[in-house]
């Protein structure tokens, strides 16, 4: 056999980035697209209005949406709460769909609207919920996301106190981090590329490898975490290239698109495991004691982590529309 091709079997054997990866984090697939999570075979999954609507305007999935309007067309209801009604069952649908494929989880997004109503959050995840147990789904292999607003965390706190395990989304700094593992929650998913963006706007340059500015905030939550041994689980979120993947690799879940998982499934480097629980054991760092007015002036104080978290909300909110003007269209 000739090196050349002895060469390339080798490397046909050798693991790629994403099996590696694997080994030390548990990957998500951040997509609603069931195809992609097929061929990744990750073991959770997340998402939200945005990827509900994306997939929704691909054919393969406008009959779900069909059979969700065929059945609600009856329920009684009219105007903005039969859209309502539409739509958390449509996310639900999506949701117990890919329970199929996953061996895990899957994250279901609140409506964005609610992020500063305690009651009205607290409302929407024992409704969702509840539809998921409709469909024999136990609520133990559901994430509610919530964003990570005061009202959120207060919110995620009760629910948790219910056994509905939640997953607090637009996290961008450790005292979001902080008030979510004082709220004992299920999940934490602070958002990688949207801290780089800001910083590479802002700053006007780029940002490569550790000096990421997404990268040091997931890793200076993981530290706080193990440090001070929080059970809240660590998934890194909104990844802008495999760079930022691979410098969180060992981070509890790492939540990733189709199109980067399809990048690391293609390649056969190695993998190192950046962060470990021993590490982080051995961090210099202080516990920080939050009540309300400190949260708010920390989180007002990072023009970041306050701009990003209000922009997160927006976005997801005008998304979380644009999937009810598509339903209304259909009706």
């Not at 109503?117 to 609520?139: F, T």
Request: aromatic letters at 8%; a neutral charge; glycine letters at 4%.
């Amino acid at each position: 056999m000739s090196t050349a091709v002895a060469e390339q079997k080798k490397a046909e054997t050798k693991p790629n980035q994403l099996e590696q990866l694997k080994k030390f984090t548990k990957v998500v697939a951040d997509t609603a697209d069931f195809e992609s999570i097929k061929d990744f075979k990750p073991q959770d999954a997340t998402t939200n209005p945005s990827l509900v609507y994306a997939a929704t305007q691909k054919p393969e999935y406008a009959r779900l949406l069909e059979e969700v309007l065929a059945e609600r067309k009856k329920s009684g209801l009219s105007g903005h709460e039969q859209i309502e009604d539409i739509c958390d069952h449509l996310l639900v649908q999506f949701g117990t769909d890919i329970l199929e494929i996953v061996p895990g989880r899957v994250s279901t997004e609140t409506d964005a609207r609610l992020s500063y109503d305690v009651e009205g959050s607290i409302n929407k995840a024992r409704r969702l919920i509840k539809l998921y147990e409709e469909r024999k789904i136990p609520r133990e292999r559901v994430l509610i996301k919530i964003a990570s607003t005061w009202e959120g965390l207060k919110a995620a706190e009760q629910l948790q106190k219910e056994g509905i395990k939640c997953n607090l989304t637009l996290l961008f700094s450790l005292p979001q981090a902080v008030r979510a593992a004082e709220a004992k929650v299920q999940l934490i998913s602070p958002f990688v590329g949207r801290i780089y963006d800001w910083y590479k706007k802002e700053m006007k340059r780029d940002y490569t490898g550790a000096e990421d500015p997404g990268v040091q905030s997931v890793t200076e939550i993981y530290t706080y975490y193990k440090k001070f041994d929080i059970s809240t689980e660590v998934m890194g979120a909104s990844f802008r290239n495999i760079r930022q993947i691979l410098e969180l690799a060992g981070c509890d879940c790492l939540t990733i698109s189709p199109e980067l998982m399809e990048e690391l499934s293609k390649s056969n480097e190695p993998v190192e495991r950046k962060l470990t629980p021993e590490k982080a054991k051995s961090a210099k760092i202080e516990k920080l004691e939050l009540d309300e007015k400190k949260f708010r002036w920390m989180l007002n104080d990072n023009a970041m982590a306050y701009e990003k978290t209000g922009e997160g909300i927006r976005k997801f909110a005008a998304d979380v529309v644009k999937l009810e003007k598509f339903v209304a269209s259909k009706l």
